[in-house]
């Protein structure tokens, strides 16, 4: 029996589809399955031509490579939204948002169940050349920029005293201290290496101090519909972290400033974050 032109086309498509991970992004036609919000920042969740009349490119970052593998691991289907960093916890907690990949507070132990842990990062402060951050107390008077509704570390979060500045992405947070208008910034190491790398600024000896060191967690809301996936997704990330996944996830998009030169700091990083504040501790 033959087969029309149009019928051929059809059942090629139909395999293509049935070969795709069960992967899919916010808006597209396929069935929805978890809900992940993932924050829309480099190198985490982001595409490579954003805004304009520009048709989106493919979805990439640490955390859509840690959804694919998620899905593929799991057999499960996962619909990935890309998010303000401020309305990621929000849909967590309103259960919205069934799972996501976020640093471990004990503020969110009421409306989160943790799927486990896939790994750690700095928090620091960067200041502009010229500046000395030998300690806390230099932080005084100068105008810091960081992340809307980040936390960062206990002290500094709590500290009405400082000169904080509130924006909406890491993205605007680089440009606003690359054109002066901050006199330092603040946030995770990854992201703010990357970010100044992309503007041109791979090497510059930015004064610098660490705050701690800080843990991320797959994160599944306790509202969510689908929290009988939990152990599966448990037994996933463990059997990923074993093998070294998540950590060569995120090697691929750290800087070579960010990471090249973490053995010849690491005693002084550890000295400084100690003093602030203990490093989180997997529970």
């Given amino acids: 029996m033959g087969f029309s032109r149009r019928s051929l086309s059809r059942h090629a498509l139909a395999l293509f589809c049935l070969g795709l991970p069960a992967l899919v992004h916010s808006g597209d036609t396929a069935t929805a399955g978890l809900r992940v919000g993932l924050m829309h920042s480099e190198p985490w969740a982001y595409y490579s031509r954003d805004g304009g009349n520009e048709r989106k490119s493919q979805l990439s970052g640490v955390f859509v490579d840690i959804s694919r593998e998620l899905a593929r691991e799991t057999g499960l289907s996962l619909e990935l939204n890309t998010l303000p960093y401020g309305r990621v916890g929000k849909e967590l907690q309103s259960g919205d948002c069934d799972l996501t990949y976020l ?5 969110r132990d009421a409306y989160v169940e943790y799927a486990g ?4 990062f700095h928090t620091l402060v960067l200041a502009r050349p010229g500046s000395t951050l030998r300690s806390y107390d230099d932080l005084q008077g100068l105008r810091i920029g960081l992340v809307k509704d980040i936390r960062l570390n206990p002290r500094l979060d709590g500290d009405a005293g400082l000169n904080k500045v509130e924006v909406r992405d890491y993205e605007t947070l680089v ?3 690359l054109s002066g208008r901050l006199d330092a910034i603040a946030g995770n190491s990854i992201s703010l290496h990357h970010l100044l790398q992309k503007r041109g600024y791979p090497s510059q000896p930015w004064p610098r101090l660490m705050l701690q060191k800080t843990e ?3 994160q599944m809301s306790k509202k969510s519909p689908q929290l009988g996936h939990l152990p599966r997704i448990r037994s996933a990330v463990e059997k990923l972290r074993s093998e070294g996944f998540f950590e060569n996830a995120v ?3 750290r800087p070579a400033a960010e990471s090249a030169p973490q053995a010849k700091r690491s005693t002084r990083e550890r000295e400084t974050a100690v003093s602030l504040t203990p490093t ?4």
């Fill in 175 to 177: 440009d606003m201290f």
């Fill in 251 to 253: 090697q691929r998009y």
């Fill in 216 to 218: 991320v967690w797959a």
């Fill in 280 to 283: 989180l501790s997997s529970r």
């Fill in 103 to 107: 640093i471990r507070s004990d503020d």
């Fill in 117 to 120: 842990y896939l790994f750690s």
